[in-house]
């Protein structure tokens, strides 16, 4: 059975720094890429970026590009998303989700039960 | 950048027909996919590639594709099926497209 594992629930404040993780099971880690999207509060899906496990090459929404870093270690077939310096709009519910296949355009077919992220000002 | 646009609520019956839009330029040469999100949980593949189901997705769930529209039709609609939906496209400029969502009632 595929699943995707997240950390669990995280509170910060502005400035400091969080990773949160996703741990997968069930298939081969580098056979499928991994995105991580964030849904706010009351808005709708947003893609953060999606990284090929096979050898950590990573792509970046120009939204999130340059404020958060998608990191893999095959060891433990994990994929991370990190913060060096959170800000308050951070504040989200934030998934990893697998790509159906290693080839851009295929759809996100398992998707992790979400780490919520809360950071104060 | 590429956007995807989405009535922002659909209201419908029970027993009767649901038709969910996703507008976009020229989305009928993109391959759209639709995902369904309930309250607190996270988002699940219902359609991809346009039409296709993954398994466990039941029969009622159809998609279309054509000009600047994509359709996701639930037929026979259930208590069950309300949730937000979600259209998805790839771009080659924008990469991963999430439309804005769409918020389904059944009264």
């Known amino acids: 059975e595929v699943q995707l594992v997240q950390s669990g629930a995280e509170v910060r404040k502005a400035g400091e720094s969080l990773t949160i993780s996703c741990k997968v099971s069930?298939?081969?880690?580098?056979?499928?890429?991994i995105s991580w999207v964030r849904h706010m509060p009351g808005k709708g899906l947003e893609w953060i970026g999606r990284?090929?496990?096979?050898?950590?090459?990573?792509n970046y929404s120009p939204s999130f590009q340059g404020h958060v870093t998608i990191s893999s270690d095959k060891s433990f077939s994990t994929a991370y998303l990190q913060w060096s310096s959170l800000r308050a709009s951070d504040t989200a519910m934030y998934y990893c989700?697998?790509?159906?296949?290693?080839?851009?355009?295929?759809?996100?077919?398992?998707w992790g039960q979400g780490t919520l992220v809360t950071v104060s000002s | 950048s590429y956007v995807l646009t989405q009535p922002p609520s659909v209201s419908v019956a029970p027993g009767q027909t649901a038709r969910i839009t996703c507008g976009g330029n020229?989305?009928?040469?993109?391959?759209v996919h639709w995902y369904q999100q309930k309250p607190g949980q996270a988002p699940v593949l219902v359609i991809f590639?346009?039409?296709d189901r993954p398994s466990g997705i039941p029969e009622r769930f159809s998609g279309s594709n054509s000009g600047n529209t994509a359709t996701l039709t639930i037929s026979r609609v259930e208590a069950g099926d309300e949730a937000d939906y979600y259209c998805?496209?790839?771009?080659?400029?924008?990469?991963?497209?999430f439309g804005g969502g769409t918020n389904l009632t059944v009264l």
């Open positions: 989700a697998r790509q159906q296949e290693l080839k851009v355009g295929a759809a996100l077919d398992y």
């Open positions: 069930g298939y081969s880690f580098t056979s499928h890429w």
């Open positions: 990284i090929d496990p096979t050898d950590s090459y990573t």
């Open positions: 020229s989305i009928g040469s993109k391959s």
């Open positions: 590639y346009d039409s």
């Open positions: 998805q496209v790839w771009d080659s400029i924008s990469d991963v497209v």
